[in-house]
């Protein structure tokens, strides 16, 4: 099945990716027809089937969510806090309240007393301040989305 898309009412053929959604199987019947006639207003029918590229994350948890995050060597417990591994809410606004357990490669995140809010979704950070037992830090920030069911 040919793919075509229309832009400027020229006619292209094959797949358009835009963002992380893949645009196929595009039909621009009517504009086949525009470049036919002289004058007059056009009514331009169309059918996009799209799907994504990337596979759409549903999981859910719970309010009391523990994140464990695990590095390839020992952390420094001392470079470990809410300045360096925090939580986000969906507002913009960072969550107070965590706690956190460091033991050899892994820290573990707990979530406030109350917990997080349902229905809503939140972003961990790990920046790099975050240093091993030797002194070497994250060559970058990481971050992790997730939603609470």
Same mark, same amino acid.
């Given at each position: 099945?040919?793919?075509?898309?229309?832009?400027? @009412?020229?006619?292209?053929?094959?797949?358009?990716?835009?963002g992380k959604w @893949?645009?196929?199987?595009?039909?621009?019947?009517?504009?086949?027809?525009?470049?036919?006639?002289?004058?007059?207003?056009?009514?331009?029918?169309?059918?996009?089937?799209?799907?994504?590229?990337? !596979?759409?994350?549903?999981?859910?948890?719970? !309010?009391?969510?523990?994140?464990?995050?695990?590095? @390839? $060597?020992?952390?420094?417990?001392?470079?470990?806090?809410?300045?360096?591994?925090?939580?986000?809410?969906?507002n913009s606004h960072?969550?107070?309240?965590?706690?956190?357990?460091?033991?050899?490669?892994?820290?573990?995140?707990?979530?406030?007393?109350?917990?997080?809010?349902?229905?809503?979704?939140?972003t961990l950070h790990?920046? !790099?301040?975050?240093? $091993? $037992? @030797?002194?070497?830090?994250?060559?970058?920030? $990481?971050?992790?989305?997730?939603?609470?069911?």
């Open positions: 099945m040919a793919k075509v898309i229309a832009i400027k @009412n020229q006619l292209f053929k094959g797949n358009f990716t835009v @893949n645009i196929f199987d595009c039909r621009l019947m009517h504009f086949i027809l525009a470049k036919y006639r002289d004058s007059g207003p056009y009514t331009y029918k169309y059918t996009v089937k799209m799907y994504t590229t990337e !596979p759409l994350k549903t999981d859910a948890y719970l !309010p009391d969510k523990t994140w464990t995050i695990t590095f @390839n $060597s020992e952390v420094d417990a001392h470079t470990v806090s809410e300045d360096t591994i925090y939580v986000i809410d969906e960072k969550v107070e309240g965590l706690t956190f357990t460091t033991k050899d490669k892994k820290v573990e995140v707990h979530a406030p007393t109350l917990g997080y809010d349902r229905g809503k979704t939140y790990v920046t !790099p301040a975050v240093q $091993s $037992s @030797n002194g070497i830090a994250l060559k970058q920030e $990481s971050t992790k989305v997730f939603t609470i069911q």
